[in-house]
């Protein structure tokens, strides 16, 4: 299971329409939880590209990834 810091970057696994955010995004681990099923998760904070809020969430781990040195930052306008 993967295990991230609280407070790093994450790459988004997935897409997140009900939140306008797709897979690649960057968004801020907030905290780590487990559900009481076991599931593990994070909280989530995403920024848009001037540091404003446009979401604060909870994802399982399986929608994170660690980002990777052989990656690039990009913007993109947020989808409608």
Do not use: Q, W
């Amino acid at each position: 299971m993967m295990k991230l810091e609280p407070y790093s970057d994450a790459a988004l696994t997935c897409d997140l329409p009900e939140y306008r955010l797709r897979r690649g995004d960057i968004v801020k681990l907030v905290d780590h939880h487990v559900a009481p099923d076991g599931t593990e998760g994070y909280s989530i904070e995403v920024f848009n590209a001037v540091g404003d809020t446009i979401a604060v969430t909870a994802v399982p781990v399986s929608a994170l990834e660690a980002l990777r040195e052989d990656e690039v930052l990009c913007a993109r306008p947020l989808a409608h």
